[in-house]
């Protein structure tokens, strides 16, 4: 049986050839990558739907170059720790580089990935072809209620009610966070007054924390390309003014603090 369920009538889906269908006979074609779009209007939103194309390139070029691998390591280590049989969801998983890590740890496990951004689940498809991924809203989730043993979602939107359902009984949430000097060096570069990152009480309804750990390091970014990479796929990007950008494209090399939390969640039967 399927994972995925019906956006329309919420029916389990099965696969039929390039297609997904349920039993009311609604169908979702494949894309060449091997994703489905499951995004439906009402509840796409009116805004633009995830990260854009030079958003999505821009994450990939600069995470494949390995800046972010303790994080991608450790993820995989937590995911192995806590793994107790079942299906594992990537909500949020943009390009794919987290979830593939999930892919080769838990090599038994169905594996599934969501991102509003169809541009994004289309190289995450490319990138884990063991993988099933859709098109789909955090906030909409199309899976049946407590169909995983275990979520990650790392630097995604937050949607506790969801989470809980489409989570089994004790099942575990894995999120990674900035901590407060993320990215610490970029920010002076950038702005007249930087502000550290404000990280919010651990206590999430539904849920206790069974483990959490802080994973601080520094990075050289020896290129502009790299520094415009990961300026690219921050928040940052599209808050700041011309004049702060081209402070960012002045510089060739950056050395900068890397500050994560990984957070490990039990929800709360």
């Not at 389990?12 to 009311?24: A, N, Q, T, V």
């Not at 594992?88 to 496990?109: I, N, P, R, W």
């Not at 979602?153 to 099942?171: D, H, K, M, Q, V």
Request: hydrophobic share 35%; with cysteine; charged share 25%.
């Amino acid at each position: 049986m399927g994972i995925f369920t019906c956006p329309v009538c919420g029916k389990i889906l099965e696969m039929s050839g390039r297609s997904y269908k349920c039993s009311e006979n609604h169908s979702f074609d494949c894309a060449k990558s091997g994703y489905v779009n499951l995004l439906i209007p009402k509840h796409a939103g009116k805004t633009v739907h995830g990260d854009n194309k030079l958003m999505v390139q821009a994450r990939r070029s600069f995470l494949d170059k390995g800046y972010y691998a303790p994080l991608r390591e450790a993820l995989g280590s937590a995911a192995e720790k806590y793994y107790s049989g079942g299906a594992v969801l990537d909500a949020g998983c943009g390009e794919g580089y987290y979830t593939s890590v999930l892919s080769e740890k838990l090599a038994e496990a169905e594996i599934y990935g969501i991102d509003i951004s169809k541009t994004a689940v289309d190289y995450a498809a490319k990138r884990c072809r063991k993988v099933s991924f859709a098109a789909a809203s955090v906030f909409h989730i199309p899976a049946a209620d407590k169909a995983f043993c275990m979520l990650t979602t790392l630097f995604a939107p937050y949607c506790g009610e969801e989470y809980r359902r489409i989570l089994r009984s004790n099942g575990i949430m894995i999120m990674a966070i900035p901590s407060e000097l993320h990215l610490w060096e970029l920010k002076q570069a950038v702005y007249d007054t930087p502000y550290k990152n404000e990280v919010k009480p651990y206590e999430l309804d539904g849920f206790e924390l069974a483990e959490k750990n802080r994973l601080s390091y520094r990075i050289t970014l020896e290129s502009a390309e790299d520094i415009q990479a990961l300026f690219a796929m921050t928040p940052y990007f599209y808050r700041t003014g011309k004049e702060q950008q081209q402070r960012l494209e002045a510089l060739d090399s950056l050395d900068t603090q890397v500050d994560f939390e990984l957070l490990i969640y039990r929800k709360v039967n």
